[in-house]
């Protein structure tokens, strides 16, 4: 008996010596599971963003522990082998799950939205314009920077340039500035599909190409020539005068008549100013070019519902040719009266004056684009006509415009003015003779001496040498009297754009 009392204790001592080393053993390995499922944890945190992911162990973890605990309490006999079978497998232990948590955690992290009804934004414009009425930018108001975000020349409405179904570009004062500008040609050198200076330097008119056809010249929505007429019922003009240019390209008959199917050129005149406005300047520059200006503008008396301004240059200069002179006198006064936001009456007035003659000589191709027989060029500044040549024309002209808004949601418009222009024009040129019109000019000489005049292999030119030229005498006085309307009534865009944008039809 106390040999078996004996063993009996030796068997209970091993027993629970065997209870704490597996309860060592399991502690350890749990914790050591807990440890690395943590730091599995944090690590899919950091790569995936997602907060609050805890690796939880599995059955699997804690299986071997509660099998050795059933195996110590239902058996009272030892089992030597025991030992051995509930030793921990570290290479069996299985891993935490966590691959199916990427996809669960993508899907909650971004739900999908089809449908929210809130109002459409408009895009804030590139460009802000300063407002000469109302405070908010309009089309004939002044443009800051190079963009403009809104215009009336391609549909007659003050319309924003982004909803417009034509190619307009429009140039204002700040680029003009830039850009040193003193005639038309100079401001829209650099508009797309638009060539300058068709004829060159020209300083009888303004010869714009768009598109390769000579475009319409308008002011304030109004043709400033006739039809039929030439450069010689019209002035240059002169962009100190001017607020903004604006160039539609394309056909425009529907709005503005007989037009170019290039395009046109409209330019809108400065108009008075809510605020006071001043300023002053002198330019000076090559050809002994020298010109005084100045623009003033403000309201006619304080709390006055009219405003003023007077815009006024003078100008002295010579030109890349002789006795060519680009002098120049120009006053536009004008006087708005505006009640409230919707009614403007505009009257405006323009007086010019300039006396010049031609730059363009019309000389052969031979001494120009191609060297003479003598290898020679004729200069750039070489004059081919007398000194007292010249080209000298008077303006005066007088506008009405008159702009009011409805509360129908209609805008009325109507322009009105009339012009005077006188021009006298006296200039000598190269007579650009072909040999078939020598051999008109030499038919009486001919017939009468028995000898031709002149040659007619020589031409254009009068002896082999290439250095004489015959010339032709140019003569007018052109008086031209236009009287101009266009009045329409259109639908004010912005209220009819409010009227058909409700909520409820604006999805993201």
């Known amino acids: 008996m106390a040999a078996i009392a004996r063993g009996l204790t030796v068997t209970v001592r091993d027993a629970v010596l065997l209870l704490f080393m597996m309860a060592f053993t399991s502690a350890g390995l749990v914790q050591a599971q807990e440890s690395e499922s ?134 204002g004062v700040e680029q003009m500035q830039d850009q040193g500008v003193q005639t038309l040609d100079e401001a829209v050198r650099y508009t797309p599909g638009v060539f300058a200076d068709g004829f060159g330097v020209d300083t009888r008119n303004d010869n714009v190409i768009i598109r390769g056809t000579e475009g319409s010249i308008f002011i304030d929505g109004l043709s400033t020539g006739i039809q039929g007429g030439t450069y010689q019922n019209t002035i240059p003009i002169e962009p100190y005068a001017l607020e903004r240019i604006e160039v539609l390209r394309g056909p425009s008959a529907m709005l503005y008549g007989a037009t170019s199917a290039g395009g046109i050129v409209n330019g809108i005149s400065k108009r008075p100013t809510l605020e006071p406005f001043a300023e002053a300047g002198v330019d000076y520059g090559s050809f002994d070019f020298r010109q005084l200006r100045g623009d003033l503008s ?85 004059f081919a006509g007398i000194p007292t040549d010249h080209y000298d024309t008077e303006k005066e002209s007088g506008t009405l415009l008159i702009d009011k808004k409805l509360d129908s949601g209609l805008k009325f418009h109507t322009g009105l003015r009339y012009t005077h222009t006188n021009n006298d024009y006296d200039s000598t040129y190269p007579a650009g003779l072909s040999p078939n019109r020598l051999n008109i000019i030499n038919a009486p000489f001919e017939g009468f001496l028995g000898v031709p005049l002149v040659t007619p292999d020589y031409a254009p030119y009068l002896n082999a040498e290439q250095t004489e030229l015959a010339r032709l005498r140019y003569v007018s006085q052109v008086d031209t009297r236009v009287f101009s309307s266009d009045t329409y009534l259109t639908v004010n865009s912005t209220q009819a754009r409010s009227n058909t944008r409700s909520p409820a039809a604006a999805t993201i």
């Open 38 to 171: 943590s730091q599995e944890a944090q690590e899919e945190q950091t790569a995936q963003g997602v907060a609050g992911t805890e690796a939880k162990p599995g059955p699997a973890d804690t299986l071997p522990p509660v099998e050795v605990l059933q195996e110590t309490d239902a058996e009272a006999e030892p089992k030597p082998e025991a030992e051995p079978a509930v030793e921990p497998q570290p290479a069996a232990r299985p891993r935490p799950i966590t691959t199916t948590a990427v996809p669960k955690t993508r899907q909650a992290a971004a739900p999908v939205q089809t449908a929210v009804t809130t109002p459409l934004q408009q895009p804030e414009p590139e460009g802000v314009e300063r407002a000469t009425a109302g405070g908010e930018p309009t089309a004939y108001s002044p443009v800051e920077g190079y963009v403009a975000t809104r215009s009336a020349t391609g549909t007659k409405t003050d319309t924003p340039l982004i909803e417009t179904p034509q190619s307009i570009s429009v140039i």
């Open 298 to 382: 403000g309201p006619l008396f304080e709390n006055s519902d009219f405003y003023y301004r007077i815009t006024g240059l003078g100008r002295l200069a010579d030109t890349q040719v002789d006795y060519v002179d680009n002098d120049r006198w120009m006053l536009q006064p004008s006087i708005a009266y505006r009640p409230n936001e919707d009614t403007e009456v505009l009257l405006l007035g323009n007086f010019q004056r300039d006396d010049s003659g031609s730059t363009a000589q019309f000389f052969p191709v031979e001494g120009t684009l191609l060297p003479t027989t003598q290898g020679r060029k004729i200069p750039r500044d070489t």
